[in-house]
C-alpha cells in the first residue's frame, strides 16, 4: 500500500502502529489544503505511530511543492526516524487554512531522530518552513537545511517545548522577519547544536540570522555553535 494508505490504516486502528518504509521516494500525490482526515494533502498523522525509513540518504518523502508533507494533530505521539522530507510547501491566503509549518506542523508530541529536513517553505504569513512546532518537538540527530518562510523561523519555529540535541540547523532562510534557523516564542533546550549560515530579512547578525529566543520565551544552551549570518 501507499504511504498514506498505511498511515490512514494506523489512525484508525487503536494502538501503536509501526511503519517501516524501505529505500524509495514517497510522494504525496493529492492536493488539499485545509483536510485534515489524511485523505488528501498533507498526510495528518492522527494516531500513536512510529515511522521508520532505512536511511535519510535512501528513504525521502516529498511534497512535490504542491503541499506540507506531515501534520501531526493533538494528542497522538508519534516518531519519526531515518528518513527525509522535502518538497513541503504552503501557500497561505487570506482567512484560509494555517501556513505555519512548510514540511512538518506539529500539533502533538513529535519525535525526530536521524531525520533531514530540507528544501520547505512556508509561504504568506507563515512560520517555520521546516518544522512548525506548537506543542512538544525532540529533535535529534538531524539536519534541518534550506528550508524557507515568510516570517520568523526558516528552518524551525517552536511555539511551545523543543528540545534539540546533536543536529545541525544550516543555510534556511526568512524573508521578511528574524531566525532563518531557529525562532524559539516559548522553552527550548539545545545540546550539542550547530546553527550556522542561516539567512533573516532583518538586518542580518548572528543573532538575527541564525537563532531568536523570543521575549517570552525560555532557553537553556549547552555545547553549542551559533555562528556566520548566511
Known sequence: ????????????????????????????????????????????????????????????????????????????????????????????????????????????????????????????????????????LTLRNSTVEGNTAAFDGGGIYNASVIAVSNSTITGNEVQLGRGGGLVSASTASLNNVTIYLNTAGAPASDSVANLVNGSTGTMSIANSIVAGAG
Open 1 to 136: 500500500c501507499s504511504l498514506r494508505e498505511a498511515v490512514l490504516a494506523a489512525n484508525e486502528s487503536p494502538g501503536a502502529d509501526t511503519i517501516d518504509l524501505p529505500a524509495g521516494a514517497y510522494v504525496v500525490q493529492r492536493a488539499g489544503t485545509g483536510e485534515d482526515a489524511g485523505l488528501r494533502g498533507d498526510i495528518d498523522i492522527d494516531g500513536n505511530v512510529t515511522m521508520r525509513g532505512a536511511g535519510a540518504d535512501v528513504t525521502e518523502v516529498d511534497g512535490r511543492q504542491i503541499e506540507r508533507v506531515f501534520e501531526v494533530r493533538p494528542d497522538v505521539s508519534t516518531k519519526i526516524s531515518g528518513l527525509t522530507v522535502t518538497g513541503g510547501a504552503t501557500y497561505g491566503v487570506p482567512g484560509g487554512p494555517v501556513a505555519d509549518g512548510g514540511g512538518i506542523l506539529n500539533r502533538g508530541d513529535l519525535t525526530l531522530d536521524a531525520v533531514v529536513i530540507a528544501g520547505n517553505s512556508a509561504g504568506r504569513a507563515a512560520y517555520g518552513g521546516g518544522i512548525h512546532n506548537a506543542t512538544t
